[in-house]
């Protein structure tokens, strides 16, 4: 299984996600009035997806999980370039900061970062910070599921891709507990490959502190999760084999 996707809640799939093409340069799989899907390529083979559904009203639930955009040298202009594609400052009490905080075309928090030795390889996206109770725990967790492996960086916690390429996975002390019946407006999904078992790997994310949630949502193709800190996450089936 690996780490494939970024899920976003979205009022207009395209507005957002096109939104998000531009500012990080990435490709389009699929563009629908309900669904954007984007690939960010980190290494070889590897990707990671952004993938904007269509919600039927604004999840105002905290962000939990966010995007820290690379800005280094270029933090100014490159914030700049995005206030141009529609995104706006944003004062969430952060105070004085080195990082940029805007919300994009949706009200969406995210930041485009300083300079940090830690953002080498990166490419545009830079971190995803992601709430935690517990980082030294929830990271062993991440780590077993997505097969990140460790890597420096400034929290207390972080996980990259093998390649040591592409973004951070940011294990970041939570300001307050998961609200349980708050649903995140931005999640991870994870793939699973041909040969895992769905069963077994569900048995595992429970002995490690997570828990299956179930929805009222009909019929899915996926499974939902939480993590042991409550932030949600689904699991996907394994591709179909081709004919």
């Given at each position: 299984m690996f780490l494939e996707n970024l899920g976003i809640d979205a009022l207009d799939p395209l507005r957002v996600g096109r939104f998000w093409e531009a500012a990080l340069g990435t490709t389009t799989l699929t563009a629908e009035p309900d669904i954007l899907e984007t690939r960010l390529q980190?290494?070889?083979?590897?990707?990671l997806d952004l993938c904007f559904a269509r919600v039927p009203e604004r999840n105002e639930?905290?962000?939990?999980?966010?995007?820290?955009?690379?800005?280094?040298?270029?933090?100014?202009?490159?914030?700049?370039?995005?206030?141009?594609?529609g995104a706006d400052d944003l004062d969430i009490g952060q105070g004085a900061v080195?990082?940029?905080?805007?919300?994009?075309?949706?009200g969406g928090a995210f930041c485009v970062m300083e300079e940090r030795e830690a953002y080498a390889g990166?490419?545009?996206?830079?971190?995803l910070p992601l709430d935690s109770a517990e980082p030294e725990r929830d990271a062993e967790f991440w780590g077993w599921?997505?097969?990140?492996?460790?890597?420096?960086?400034?929290?207390?916690?972080?996980?990259?891709?093998?390649?040591?390429?592409g973004p951070l996975?940011?294990?970041?002390?939570?300001?307050?507990p998961k609200r349980a019946e708050a649903k995140n407006p931005i999640h991870l999904d994870v793939r699973l490959e041909a040969g895992?078992?769905?069963?077994?790997?569900?048995?595992?994310?429970?002995?490690?502190?997570?828990?299956?949630?179930?929805?009222?949502?009909?019929?899915l193709p996926w499974r939902?999760?939480?993590?042991?800190?409550?932030?949600?996450?689904?699991?996907?089936?394994?591709?179909?084999?081709?004919?």
């Open positions: 980190i290494a070889g083979e590897a990707y639930a905290p962000q939990r999980l966010h995007l820290d955009l690379r800005g280094g040298a270029e933090q100014a202009e490159i914030a700049q370039r995005l206030r141009g594609l080195p990082w940029t905080v805007l919300a994009d075309v949706e990166t490419g545009p996206l830079a971190a599921l997505s097969g990140w492996v460790e890597a420096p960086g400034v929290a207390p916690r972080t996980l990259r891709h093998p390649s040591l390429r996975l940011e294990l970041c002390r939570e300001p307050a895992d078992d769905a069963d077994e790997i569900a048995a595992g994310i429970a002995r490690r502190g997570g828990r299956e949630m179930h929805p009222d949502w009909g019929i939902v999760f939480q993590d042991p800190s409550g932030n949600d996450f689904c699991v996907l089936p394994a591709p179909a084999a081709a004919p």
